[in-house]
């Protein structure tokens, strides 16, 4: 496969990273402007996604449009995975080459809440988004926005478009916070099936249906307010 045809499938919009829609086009564009480079525009939609779009983790999950982009964008908020689809997305929309990247971490700084939720500090199939610019590859991180770093006592996350951004290994008061395990995969699009059956292993059927029915029950509304609960040091 040459080259350009292989990164063919990085531009393209799919029916979950849908590039092409209205609302992600307008937002990229304005957003990003029309004279800078690509990676002065790649930092902007970054930096946008990662601080006007609101961390939360306990947000809807378990049916495609969840992750998909224009979603996103409207809800204002989700965890790492669909704020890495709209970050994909936004980049496809103008001319850059991007594709979701995942791994398995360990959050050593999360709340007691979330790990009571989850039943583990591992978190699997944690999502950033890998970005094409001049010549290579580089990882972009937006998950956790600028006002939930400050509280965690961790630098927001910077991105200067040549460099990995992924999660410092320790806080401002050297205490653990974010330990990569193992790095698992790059998409074109958002493996949804695959992230479900991944997360039904680690976190057990019976957990995952009853956040599905919660869900359900709720009509998709979050399940708490993660940016009011307290930090748990490990």
Known sequence: MSLDRDFEQYLKPTRIIDSDFPAIVEYGKRIAGESNTPVEQAVRLYLAVRDNIRYDPYAPFYLPEHYQASYVLKRGRSFCIPKA???????????IPARIGFATVR?????KQLIDYLGSDVFVYHAFTELHLEGKWVKATPAFNRELCEKHKVPPLEFNGREDSLFHPFNSKNQKFMEYIEYTGTYADIPVCEILSAWRKTYGEDRIENWIKTFEERECESLADFESEDVLKT
């Open 85 to 95: 689809s709209l970050l994909c997305a936004l980049a496809r929309s103008r001319g």
């Open 107 to 111: 959050n050593h700084l999360a709340t």
